[in-house]
């Protein structure tokens, strides 16, 4: 599976972003997706995963209620809605996939190349 995030950019506190990543060459459907960020200096960190139907999904502690995991497998494509955007939420953010939901990033296979987020105060 080959994954293509994007989506980030430059937003100022309170606002919203949503990530995209694509999926292709494999059924992307056959796989559960996550979404990874990490800041500058410290660990890749666990932010959100769903199941390879979207029928399940889990949060970091941190963002639960503030963003939202979705999939469209019509579209190949994992979404991360994000909203209330605070400056700790500024991070590379990665989507990563695999058989099977995990919340552990060495668990994950696939790996898509990383969109930042900048959060302004």
């Known amino acids: 599976v080959q994954l293509q995030a994007s989506g980030g950019g430059l937003v100022q506190a309170a606002g919203s972003l949503r990530l995209s990543c694509v999926a292709s060459?494999?059924?992307?459907?056959?796989?559960?997706a996550a979404w990874f960020r990490q800041a500058p200096g410290k660990e890749r960190e666990f932010v959100a995963n769903?199941?390879?139907?979207?029928?399940?999904?889990y949060y970091a502690g941190s963002v639960k209620g503030q963003f939202t995991i979705s999939r469209d497998n019509a579209k190949n494509t994992v979404y991360l809605q994000m909203n209330s955007l605070k400056p700790e939420d500024t991070a590379v953010y990665y989507c990563?996939?695999?058989?099977?939901?995990?919340?552990?990033?060495?668990?994950?296979?696939?790996w898509g190349q990383g969109t930042l987020v900048t959060v302004s105060s």
């Open positions: 990563a996939s695999r058989v099977g939901v995990r919340v552990n990033y060495a668990q994950y296979d696939y």
């Open positions: 060459g494999r059924t992307f459907s056959n796989y559960a």
């Open positions: 769903i199941n390879w139907g979207g029928s399940s999904t």
